[in-house]
């Protein structure tokens, strides 16, 4: 398989906020291999942007701090480096899409200045090589009448064509990895389809690496190679799309899968996963899913169970798996 | 307007280039240099100061900046208005400036009696009731024209002039022929006779003690204003208001609007050449008057710097400021509005005036440079009454309680004196801002409300209270504290007099009356001396105001300049072309 | 395997994260900021000083002048001023009128400019072009003539002296609402085109909700930044205005006059403790009211979710 | 783009009547006249005054006047000044350049300053310069101008002599070109810091306000996301954002460039139009005041209008109708 392009040893991103410490990224682990798409899942506030966020060093301090751990990203240590050699890195060797392309265009600039700004700065082109490699990358995201479209203004644009933008903005100097933000959450159905169509095109044609944080398995299915799953800061199943999906492991994992509807099967109530994610300030040193799991032993609420890895290399952290707990 | 447009942002720049080089270049006078080893030789001068002046001692300490200026006299005013016409002037700035370019008729002595001027002397024929000027031979304008009787004549018709909008009065003069002039379609003043080149005679109605005050003017040549003269038309006249020529001790050089006035010395001034060539007004505020003469901006500082200890205890501080305490020509008053009836009892008026701690007031503004006066006149005048038959009023709270009895205002149980059912309030107008209403105001609440009388002030700006006094008959007030100029002619017709110009409050007193109009018609001077002590020895009593105070004026000059004899009457315009600037 | 019921300190946990509106999240917000609570202080303090602080004091404010100008001394902890009154009291009594001008003035001011600013940055059209245009006038307006005519006619109309200061409030605000109504405008001018408004307009609320509860909170930061600069420069243009016989009326003082009054060079070098006392009681009240301001500027904004 | 602002400049004339008759009602309803003002003259008898009244006109019933004054207005003829007895716009041009000067030096430096000490502290939010910063621009905008004034004047000029005590030029001085440059500016340095230091605390508030809500926006994080420089990210992404409602503030500011600081010329006697206006309100100069009264007004109505063009280019959601 290709090299490990991003790796993250025991990443801890923790918030000190008044009412105390929040854990948002807990001890997380996994990597990203060249040209792979991961997809990083879990429910809201579980830590996943805030993984990618630390990835790209944009956690702002106050009150976010990186506490522990590393990230090896090419062979280099991303928190060892200094503030300009990552800005050389951030918007280079690695692109970051957002979530809400409403606002992650700045309205008072046009878009075209906004795209040949990374070039310029980056790729050290002219004015008018960047404006040409611009009108190529906003063709090449499937935008009709380039040239129009550079002179215009973010609120000029639709929320579909904005995000093609920023990812235009973020293929400009063609990087090794793309960070996708929940993408398409803000969109509605059929953009999300041509956006997710995109990125997989743009994908094939560079070997680029993808990391695609959603909590929409549909997304997954379609798109991914490999999955993480998290839960409330903690890696807790990872392994290649399809052997997740034939047989996930940990109850957690099941119980989202369980919630996803299919077409075609009637059911006349959906199933949720009972109760909610827990409240992050305090998380002591018991299974954080052990409240909701129906499978919840003692165990679960005394000690935190580790990551193992069964032979086709599918990691899950629950008791049901360790030792003599194994069914 | 073009060359302007550009000056703004080269200035920006360059500022901000001054302040850094200012900000940490050092400040270039060195400590005045130690005294040259040759003894220290006190230069002298032709003409001394007079001796209202008291003089500094240390020449050391003049600032280096006013001793690199060998032939300039800098003179600090403030109020600029840059119309400078003897005829149309209105503010204090002007008038000086003018009374340096042009000369007047008469001329006014140190002890306030009227001396020769222009006309050398003067006949006062009182049968047939007439003036006859007879003028100085010789004296030329500064363009070398000679001055004649016609110039004279000139600025009779220019003052006489229907459009007339200056400070001029010619009409109590009583001139014969003035009204038909003024009103009617005459062309000529019948009064005026040009008997010959320096000789002109002016017919009156009535020869009075005042028309010598009423008559005197400046004389404008009519050569320059006079062009295209001709009744009710002054624009000429007003058009040459930028570009005085006078026959004064010195010549208009330049006006730098709301800054400075230059003038240049006139060689052939009749009485002499000035001594100092050049001669600079400059605009200099009250807040700063003093910082300019201590850091040498200025040699001479005259209406700027109010006259208390503060800052006289600061002048001589410096060191190298010779300094004039005159008594000011005028005094403050409070006045009551007559048309009260409760001020129509002369014996509340002086429970008023017993009943206030006036000297508290002065001692609180001027630091004891200013005295309490009871007769509306100047301690230096010499219509001044002995100070022996004025009543002072000390103040006597007591006294004021059994005078105010006395009057029928019974203490109410409230504290406050009621009689026939109403409370005795006084609603004072307090013109603002105003240091002496600043101090008056609240001793004036707690002395009164000691006598039971309720004080409330209504702070106003000026020409609101003069707007009311104006309407005094609709009782909107009580009373209101102002000041009041005064002349060397001491006339009091239009203050005091019941059909005054200016006695707006209704105060009369008909033996008051029968006194001015005597006083005012009487020529002989010593029976008028003897008129006016009777006078305010009436005034004295009656009380028409609260008199309040006569305060001081404060000259004040580098040591370095000198010869200038100045008194109450005589400001510092008439020394200077005796001035000399002395080299320490 | 059966399903274990959910243990009792499951529920207790997460009962904490209940549903709380804006203003008790801003509430809370604001009592933890540190910069809050000494503004608070501050201002409570002046607030005491002012108005409890006068019956403490052993003097009377009744001109002396054999007491004239004394330095500060333990009879007199400020000193005296030129007429022998006790300064520390005068500075209490003035604390009274130049604070309640001060917050009053500013009161009006906000909320005439934000609400007419509001107006016409939301319905724009001829309502906008009105309210622009009479703000032009005001704005244009001189301020010394008209507040010289204000005295006149309410020395005509024979309004006490001692109730003029409220008037006074009254005129202050009326005539400087307009930078005030201009800056709002201007924001709800880019904030009316932003998706979250076409929310509102798709949910059919009236234009008043509209504004109050959707623009407001978003126009909040300036308005208030505008009202902590509006107390401060309404303290001392009562200076002023008592010039014109409007603000205070002798010998009731007030800080600006009480500053005015040494105005010229030998008070700044011999009598320090005339002016150096109104000017940090103005100091303080306003560096207060703009640590209250700054708190509540960032306890209403939901991002800051510390 | 035209259309708006000729519609706009159509809109202002109402504006301008508007503004002409309630300044003229205001200014003859103010008790006493020119007149009047020689109250404390002795030599002035009431026929005098009566006199001079109809001389300079002010006895005609007021709408006569307005019309007359309003006729002349329009035909760019302002009258004389009672005061200076010359044409009112050669006494505005004596004095109106001088306050200029001032008003762009002062404007300059209060923009400069307010924006450097806003942005540094919105960036450093609750920071040690924050705190200190904020502590001295209060107690610097709690001080009124003439005190300030006068406290600059005594440490810098009277004590320290870097400066002169006040004027716009050296007394008798004739320079020309470049030294009277240096001269005017030597003068002008207290004047300008007095107004400066009183009005940069209010403006940096407002840059530090604007600053801490662009801050917190989505784009801004984008653009770090492109890997800029942080000063790029400041001072291109943010500035341009906090900049907008400025623009209101700044336009704000035109017509003061003009007004003239009353005070502050008063105490550095500095030849500008306001020490001069605030004359003519106190001696009721009719024709002067209000000549330079519409000057301003005209000049309001102008840099509103040009607060909204502005407005227009700079914020392209804001559509101009």
Not at chain 2, 54 to 80: M, N, V, Y
Not at chain 2, 572 to 577: C, D, V
Not at chain 3, 44 to 73: E, R, W
Not at chain 4, 109 to 131: H, K, M, N, P, T
Request: aromatic fraction near 10%.
């Amino acid at each position: 398989m290709a090299k490990n392009l991003v790796e993250f040893r025991n990443l801890k991103t923790f918030f000190y906020t008044e009412e105390g410490v929040v854990k948002a990224v807990n001890d997380v682990s996994f990597s990203i291999r060249e040209g792979e798409t991961v997809c990083v899942v879990g429910e809201s506030g579980c830590g996943k942007s805030v993984t990618a966020l630390s990835l790209m060093r944009l956690i702002q301090s106050p009150p976010g701090k990186i506490v522990g751990g590393e990230i090896i990203f090419d062979g280099r240590d991303i928190l060892k480096l200094s503030d300009a050699e990552m800005r050389r890195i951030r918007g280079n060797e690695i692109g970051m899409i957002f979530q809400e392309p409403m606002t992650s265009l700045n309205p008072v600039l046009t878009i075209g200045e906004q795209i040949m700004e990374p070039l310029m700065v980056h790729k050290l082109m002219t004015k008018k090589e960047a404006w040409n490699k611009a009108i190529e990358l906003i063709k090449q995201v499937g935008i009709p009448r380039a040239e129009q479209i550079m002179t215009s203004y973010p609120h000029e644009l639709s929320g579909g064509m904005r995000q093609r933008i920023m990812i235009a903005i973020a293929l400009s100097c063609d990087p090794k990895l793309l960070i996708a933000d929940e993408p398409t959450t803000a969109l509605d159905v059929t953009i999300q389809a041509q956006i997710l169509d995109l990125l997989r095109k743009i994908k094939q044609e560079r070997n680029m690496a993808l990391m695609l944080i959603t909590h929409d398995l549909g997304i997954v299915a379609e798109i991914a190679d490999y999955v993480v799953v998290m839960y409330a800061g903690k890696v807790i199943e990872e392994a290649p799309v399809r052997e997740l999906f034939k047989n996930s492991k940990h109850p957690y994992t099941r119980g989202l899968l369980k919630a996803k509807p299919i077409i075609g099967q009637r059911q006349e109530r959906l199933y949720t996963i009972p109760g909610q994610v827990p409240n992050p300030i305090g998380l002591g040193d018991y299974c954080y899913f052990s409240d909701r799991c129906e499978y919840a032993m003692d165990i679960c609420h005394q000690k935190i169970p580790q990551l193992i890895s069964d032979e086709n290399g599918h990691k899950v952290a629950c008791w049901l798996y360790e030792g003599e707990w194994k069914k | 307007m073009l060359r302007k447009k550009w000056l703004p942002l080269l200035v920006v720049l360059v500022f901000t280039l001054s302040v850094v080089l200012s900000a940490c270049s050092k400040p270039q006078e060195t400590q005045p240099s130690e005294q040259s080893k040759q003894e220290q030789t006190t230069p002298t001068a032709s003409v001394q100061d007079n001796d209202s002046w008291t003089k500094a001692k240390d020449p050391s300490k003049i600032p280096e900046a006013s001793k690199s200026r060998t032939d300039t006299l800098i003179i600090g005013l403030h109020e600029p208005a840059g119309t400078f016409n003897p005829l149309f002037y209105e503010t204090v700035y002007d008038a000086y400036v003018l009374s340096a370019i042009f000369d007047g008729l008469i001329e006014v002595d140190l002890d306030g009696t009227y001396i020769p001027g222009l006309a050398e002397k003067w006949d006062l024929d009182k049968d047939n009731n007439t003036v006859t000027f007879h003028l100085r031979k010789g004296v030329q304008f500064s363009d070398g024209t000679p001055l004649t009787a016609y110039d004279v004549e000139f600025s009779y018709y220019v003052v006489a002039d229907p459009t007339y909008d200056g400070p001029y009065d010619l009409a109590p003069a009583g001139i014969v022929g003035f009204k038909e002039y003024q009103e009617g379609n005459a062309d000529k003043i019948e009064g005026i006779k040009v008997l010959d080149d320096y000789t002109i005679q002016i017919q009156l109605e009535k020869l009075m003690g005042t028309t010598l005050s009423d008559l005197s003017i400046t004389v404008i040549p009519k050569h320059y204003y006079g062009k295209d003269f001709k009744k009710g038309n002054l624009d000429g006249v007003k058009a040459l208001v930028q570009k005085p020529l006078g026959s004064g001790p010195y010549v208009f050089d330049k006006f730098v609007p709301g800054q400075e006035v230059r003038l240049v010395a006139n060689e052939n001034y009749w009485k002499g050449a000035p001594k100092i060539k050049n001669l600079i007004f400059k605009t200099t505020t009250d807040e700063t008057a003093v910082q300019a003469l201590q850091a040498g901006e200025t040699d001479y500082e005259t209406s700027s710097i109010t006259a208390n200890k503060d800052n006289v205890e600061l002048l001589e501080s410096l060191g190298f400021v010779d300094y004039a305490l005159l008594p000011t020509n005028g005094y403050g008053y409070i006045a009551f509005n007559f048309y009260q009836p409760k001020f129509q009892d002369v014996r509340v008026r002086q429970a008023l005036t017993y009943g206030l701690n006036r000297k508290a007031i002065v001692d609180a503004v001027y630091q004891g440079l200013a005295e309490v006066r009871n007769v509306p006149q100047s301690k230096v005048s010499w219509s001044y009454p002995p100070e022996d038959e004025i009543n002072p009023y000390n103040y006597d709270p007591e006294k004021a309680k059994q005078l105010l009895e006395e009057a029928g205002w019974k203490l109410g149980p409230d504290g406050y004196r009621y009689k026939n059912g109403e409370k005795f309030t006084i609603h004072f107008l307090q013109s603002t801002p105003n240091a002496v209403n600043d101090a008056l105001v609240p001793i004036a609440v707690e002395n009164y409300k000691q006598l039971g009388i309720e004080f409330i002030a209504e702070p106003m700006e000026f020409n609101l209270i003069v707007e009311k006094i104006n309407k005094a008959k609709e009782k909107t007030f009580d009373m209101y504290f102002m000041a009041w100029g005064l002349t060397p002619e001491p006339d009091p017709y239009n203050i005091f007099h019941s059909k005054g110009s200016q006695n707006r409050n209704g105060y009369s007193n008909p033996k008051v009356d029968e006194l001015i109009v005597k006083a005012r018609e009487e020529l002989d001077m010593n029976k008028r001396k003897e008129l006016y002590r009777e006078l305010y020895k009436a005034l004295n009593e009656d009380l028409p105001y609260i008199f309040m105070y006569q305060r001081n004026d404060l000259n004040a000059k580098n040591m370095r300049v000198v010869g200038f004899q100045i008194s109450s009457f005589r400001d510092f315009t008439y020394s200077l072309y005796q001035a000399e600037l002395l080299q320490y | 395997m059966e399903r274990p019921t959910p243990t009792l300190d499951y529920r207790k946990k997460n009962k904490k994260r209940g549903g709380t509106s804006l203003w008790q999240d801003a509430f809370r917000r604001f009592i933890r900021n540190k910069y809050a609570i000494l503004g608070l202080v501050i201002l409570t303090f002046m607030v005491l000083f002012a108005f409890i602080g006068p019956y403490f004091s052993p003097h009377q404010d009744v001109p002396d002048v054999t007491k004239a100008n004394q330095p500060p001394s333990n009879e007199h902890w400020l000193g005296t001023d030129n007429l022998g009154r006790d300064v520390l009291l005068r500075l209490m009594l003035a604390g009274r009128i130049s604070l309640t001008i001060g917050i009053a003035a500013t009161l009006i001011l906000l909320l005439i400019g934000v609400t007419l600013g509001s107006i016409s940055g939301y319905y724009g059209g001829w309502l906008d072009v009105i309210i622009m245009r009479i703000a032009d006038i005001i704005y244009a307006m001189p301020g010394l003539p008209i507040l010289i005519v204000m005295g006149a006619i309410m020395s005509d109309l024979k309004i006490p002296p001692a109730h003029r200061i409220y008037y006074v409030m009254f005129i202050l605000g009326i005539i400087s609402w307009v930078g005030v109504a201009r800056l709002v405008r201007s924001q709800i001018l880019s904030l009316k085109e932003q998706e979250f408004m076409l929310a509102t307009e798709v949910l059919g609320l009236k234009d008043s909700k509209k504004i109050i509860k959707h623009l407001f909170p978003n126009v909040l930061p300036t308005v208030i930044v505008a009202g902590t600069l509006g107390v401060a420069s309404s303290i001392i243009s009562e200076s002023t205005l008592s010039f014109l016989g409007l603000g205070v009326v002798p010998p009731t003082p007030s800080w600006g006059y009480m500053l005015s009054a040494a105005n010229n060079m030998i008070d700044f070098a011999k009598r320090p403790w005339l002016w150096i006392p109104p000017g940090v009681a103005i100091m303080l009240t306003v560096v207060a009211i703009n640590f209250i301001g700054d708190a509540l500027r960032d306890a209403f904004d939901p991002r800051q979710k510390i | 783009m035209a259309q708006f602002i000729v519609r706009r400049l159509l809109q202002s004339i109402p504006t301008l009547i508007g503004a002409s008759i309630i300044i003229f009602l205001i200014f003859a309803l103010a008790p006493g006249d020119y007149v009047t003002r020689q109250f404390e003259n002795p030599k002035m008898t009431p026929e005098r005054m009566e006199q001079l009244r109809a001389l300079y006109g002010l006895d005609k019933p007021l709408p006569e006047r307005y019309v007359s004054w309003a006729g002349n207005m329009l035909r760019g003829e302002m009258g004389d000044s009672l005061m200076f007895k010359k044409p009112v716009i050669s006494v505005i041009n004596d004095f109106i350049w001088n306050s200029f000067l001032l008003g762009v030096a002062i404007m300059f430096f209060e923009w400069l300053i307010a924006s450097i000490i806003g942005i540094y502290s919105a960036i450093r939010q609750y920071s040690v310069f924050d705190a200190i910063a904020t502590l001295i621009i209060f107690m610097l905008y709690s001080l009124p101008s003439f005190f300030l004034g006068l406290l600059l004047l005594k440490i810098f000029a009277v004590d320290l002599r870097w400066f002169p005590v006040g004027g716009m030029i050296t007394t008798g001085s004739n320079y020309t070109g470049w030294a009277h440059i240096m001269d005017v500016a030597k003068h002008m340095v207290l004047p300008v810091a007095t107004l400066t230091l009183i009005s940069v605390g209010g403006l940096s508030r407002y840059f530090r306000t604007n600053m801490l809500e662009v801050i917190k926006q989505d784009y801004i994080r984008t653009a770090r996301a492109k890997g800029l420089k942080e000063r790029t990210v400041i001072f291109k992404h943010a500035l341009r954002n906090a900049l907008l409602p400025l623009i209101t503030l700044f336009t704000l500011e035109i017509p003061s460039l003009f007004a003239g600081a009353m005070i502050t010329e008063r105490i550095y006697n500095w030849p500008g139009i306001g020490k001069v206006v605030l004359q003519a309100i106190y001696v009721r100069d009719y024709p002067l005041f209000l000549g330079y009264t519409m000057l301003i007004t005209v000049l309001t109505i102008l840099a509103n209008i040009l607060a909204d063009v502005l407005y227009g280019i700079a914020d392209p959601r804001v559509r101009l109708k």
